[in-house]
């Protein structure tokens, strides 16, 4: 199995753009969270999903952000317009079934708004 | 918001040397699950420990657990120059896994 994809590996944007973050899970898992990296905040929540349905979204930081899981292979994470302060590294992992399952993390998302 | 804090923050050691990590949490958890990552590189699952256990070994890997102290710790023996990364602890809440502060580890050769 490749693991979890995520696409771009890097992102450099101006303020006001659109900003869209692609992941594929492995296959057969059932939950994809997306998580935010920086230095000040260390790894954030945003949301996760279980099969394909949007459990929690309390860690979305403002409208601006959105997700959408269409079907079991493949999440994407927009934001809209962008701002300087969404520079993070943008993680997707996703778990087997079962509570105690480990996280698959993808390599991130590095994302720079100017 | 974060679950757990690590200590120390940054930890720096000669190989062959142990290094240590201790991490702090707040709630009743199931398990705890430590993971590394790597500088620009995504996280990594190295072990498990069940709220019902006390200590699990795999490798150079030791991980304890004090649920009455809610404080694990993860201490890596005989380190080599590649365990340097990060490290941190997680913990479950509901669904969710949520990750603690992390521990900066440096090993010189």
């Known amino acids: 199995d490749a693991g979890v994809i995520q696409s771009p590996r890097h992102e450099v944007t101006e303020m006001g753009q659109e900003v869209t973050l692609r992941c594929k899970p492995i296959?057969?898992?059932?939950?994809l969270f997306w998580y935010r990296q920086t230095m000040m905040r260390g790894l954030e929540l945003l949301i996760y999903f279980n099969n394909n349905v949007p459990i929690d979204d309390s860690g979305m930081p403002e409208d601006r952000f959105s997700a959408k899981m269409p079907n079991a292979s493949f999440s994407t994470l927009k934001i809209q317009p962008s701002e300087p302060r969404d520079s993070a590294v943008y993680f997707c992992?996703?778990?087997?079934?079962?509570?105690?399952?480990?996280?698959?993390f993808g390599e991130g998302s590095r994302l720079t708004v100017l | 918001s974060q679950q757990g804090e690590e200590d120390p923050q940054a930890l720096s050691i000669q190989e062959g040397e142990n290094a240590t990590m201790n991490c702090s949490y707040k709630t009743s958890i199931n398990n705890l699950q430590w993971y590394r990552q790597n500088s620009g590189r995504g996280l990594v699952h190295l072990i498990l420990i069940r709220s019902n256990e006390r200590e699990k070994h795999s490798g150079r890997l030791r991980v304890t657990l004090d649920t009455s102290k809610k404080s694990s710790s993860l201490l890596i023996t005989a380190s080599r120059a590649a365990d340097t990364a990060s490290y941190f602890c997680a913990t479950i809440n509901t669904d969710k896994l949520i990750f603690g502060t992390g521990t900066r580890l440096q090993v010189f050769p």
């Open positions: 296959s057969g898992h059932d939950y």
């Open positions: 992992a996703s778990r087997t079934p079962g509570h105690s399952g480990e996280l698959f």
